[in-house]
């Protein structure tokens, strides 16, 4: 992701969430080290992002879309298994992400590329109040939890 994607990916961003990331915080964390975004894009359009929080151990998955006219065409694997590649890269074990209960796409999405649910965070997120499930994924030993 450079600075000039920031804005589609905002739009796409503010399309899906209701507490979305200000666009400002793209542009802040974008230069971080503790911090890795991807976008897809095809020609100038992006179709799909992802972020995440790198510590010296593992990643976390702060926020991640596609374009819904461009979903269930690969997109979203394509961003994670970029995302886990880097991982391995870097020697990092595990990737953590919490996805809202109901969101049933997501979670089939992740359990589909191999997270495993791990715990229930109660009233973890806002408007509307609920429950976030904690996933985790393990880059060296793919098949377990
Ligand atoms: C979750 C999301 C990123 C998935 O992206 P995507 O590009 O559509 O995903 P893919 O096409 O790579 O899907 C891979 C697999 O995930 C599962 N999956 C994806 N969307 C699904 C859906 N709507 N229903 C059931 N399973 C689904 C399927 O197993 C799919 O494989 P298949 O198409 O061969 O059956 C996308 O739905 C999205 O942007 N959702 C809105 C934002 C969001 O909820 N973000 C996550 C917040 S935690």
């Not at 969430?17 to 890795?36: A, G, N, R, T, V």
């Not at 970029?82 to 391995?88: K, M, R, S, T, V």
């Not at 870097?90 to 997270?115: I, M």
Request: contains cysteine.
């Amino acid at each position: 992701m450079t600075r000039e994607d920031v804005p589609q990916v905002f739009q796409i961003e503010k399309s899906f969430f209701s507490i979305p990331w200000k666009e400002q915080d793209f542009y802040d964390l974008l230069p971080k080290e503790e911090y890795f975004f991807l976008v897809a894009k095809q020609e100038e359009k992006v179709l799909g992002y992802l972020g995440a929080a790198i510590t010296p151990f593992d990643a976390s998955v702060t926020t991640t879309g596609v374009l819904l006219e461009h979903q269930r065409r690969g997109v979203g694997t394509a961003l994670f298994k970029a995302l886990f590649f880097e991982c391995q890269r870097r020697g990092l074990a595990e990737v953590f992400l919490e996805v809202r209960e109901s969101n049933r796409k997501a979670r089939a999405f992740y359990e589909k590329l191999g997270f495993c649910q791990l715990a229930s965070r109660k009233n973890f997120y806002q408007d509307p109040m609920e429950d976030g499930i904690l996933m985790r994924y393990k880059t060296r030993v793919e098949k377990e939890c």
